[in-house]
């Protein structure tokens, strides 16, 4: 059996672009080794079906800022790949890009399938051999530097070189650790808060935009700001799942039972001060639900945080007590919720953890300690908020690991 030049263990994002920037750069026999029978699924399904591809945020030192574990160690290969270069390598493929208000970038058709097509059309014209139902039990490197790798059915692919691209999948860290490489227990991120504060229900589909929301832990504060989404469970919306990716570890220590900490106002505490004395001098006729100290509130969210202080919608804002006043005060500067738990549907789309980092080069995404044997994507203990950074750090870490292989294999052909 003739062993192929480069084995690509998952057929996820990270995968493809792998063995096409490898098949494009000189290696000729690549298979890609997929565990179920689709390819490509977390690029189906993600961003709603429309898959946010990258994010235009083209400096490279403001691109990792975006990454809670992983950023320093991505700043040089960001350096060599970045988003704008992502966005490039697809429009010349034919996948026609656009960006956002919030920079996020899609396909202009607003469909994942035209990502995943162009993927597997540029891999398939490069002779790419695709092979799925091959889910990876076990891969043993022989004496003379090759890999036996065998499936559950005890089928067996030989290779040269590896690549594991496995995401997230416990199956992919325990082939990593049979190679020598230590794990970073994987938790959770880019999750949800849930709390069963009474009656906050009432105001699911409220969105609020540009909110300060913090968790305060023991020994640490997580902050964040962003727009907040009500849901019927609790909490959803980009500053909340930006902050769990940045707390996903302490929030997993916690068993996500914590304090959540939101400022509905954008005013400072003697700003609001003075807006709320203004409303009762100037507008002491008037009840509180029809003038509202924050106008963003809408009117429902304005209505259950009255009632959550024990104020009457009705009251005028000439009858505000000070006792009550400073209640208001209190409640839009620091309203309190208990989360005690994640979002009820395991909906969490990345996880925190992987292979260590300082166990694989970043120049060329090779293992320091099995050589022959790289990793790219989520399988790293790299992690990046929402909005595309992770799919980014997919492309970019397929993209070195691409090229690093195929020096790899024209040294070796040229000896």
């Known amino acids: 059996m003739e062993p192929f030049d480069l084995a690509v ?87 026609k890009l656009k960006i956002e208000d919030d920079l996020r970038v899609f396909p202009e058709s ?17 002779k790419v051999e695709i092979l799925t139902k091959f889910f990876v039990k076990e891969i043993l490197k022989t004496p003379d530097n090759i890999f036996n790798i065998f499936s559950l059915k005890k089928e067996k692919v030989i290779s040269k070189n590896v690549i594991l691209s496995t995401g997230g ?8 650790a049979n190679l020598g490489h230590s794990i970073v227990k994987p938790v959770p991120s880019l999750f949800t808060f849930s709390t069963k504060e009474p009656n906050l229900e009432k105001c699911r589909g ?8 913090e968790i305060k832990l023991k020994n640490k504060t997580f902050y964040n700001r962003g727009d907040l989404l009500i849901t019927h469970w609790g909490f959803s919306g980009p500053a909340v799942l930006k902050l769990s990716s940045i707390a996903a570890r302490e929030l997993f220590s916690q068993k996500y039972k914590f304090n959540l900490i939101i400022k509905w106002s954008v005013l400072s505490f003697e700003e609001l001060k003075e807006k709320i004395n203004y409303l009762r001098l100037n507008k002491g006729k008037v009840n509180l639900i029809n003038s509202r100290p924050v106008p963003l509130l809408t009117k429902r969210l304005w209505i259950f945080l009255l009632n959550k202080i024990g104020l009457d919608k ?33 909906e969490e789309f990345v996880t925190s953890g ?19 044997l790289f ?36 040294k070796v052909t040229n000896q």
């Open 375 to 410: 990793f790219s994507g989520e399988v790293l203990d790299v992690d990046g908020i929402t909005g595309g950074f992770n799919f980014q750090h997919c492309w970019t870490s397929g993209w070195i690991a691409g090229i690093a292989v195929s020096k790899l294999n024209n």
């Open 314 to 346: 009705e009251k005028k804002w000439s009858d505000l007590m000070a006792d009550e006043r400073d209640k208001m005060i209190n409640i839009l500067m620091k309203d309190k919720y208990i989360i005690s738990g994640k979002g009820p549907f395991g």
């Open 169 to 176: 999948h416990p199956s992919g860290y325990k082939l990593a």
């Open 110 to 126: 607003n469909s994942s399938s035209d990502v995943i097509d162009c993927l597997r059309k540029s891999a398939l014209s490069k």
């Open 206 to 213: 409220v969105s609020i935009k540009d909110i300060d929301i």
């Open 354 to 372: 992987g292979v260590k980092i300082n166990e694989v080069s970043f120049k060329s995404m090779e293992s320091l300690i099995c050589p022959g």
């Open 9 to 95: 263990v998952g057929g996820g994002a990270a995968g493809f672009m792998t063995a096409i920037i490898a098949a494009e750069n000189g290696v000729k026999r690549i298979i890609i080794l997929e565990g179920t029978s689709k390819l490509m699924e977390k690029v189906r399904i993600s961003g709603g079906g429309r898959c946010n591809v990258t994010n235009a945020t083209w400096v490279p030192n403001e691109l990792v800022e975006n990454y809670p574990r992983g950023g320093i160690q991505l700043l040089e290969a960001f350096n060599r790949f970045a988003a704008g270069d992502v966005f490039d390598w697809f429009e010349k493929r034919g996948l």
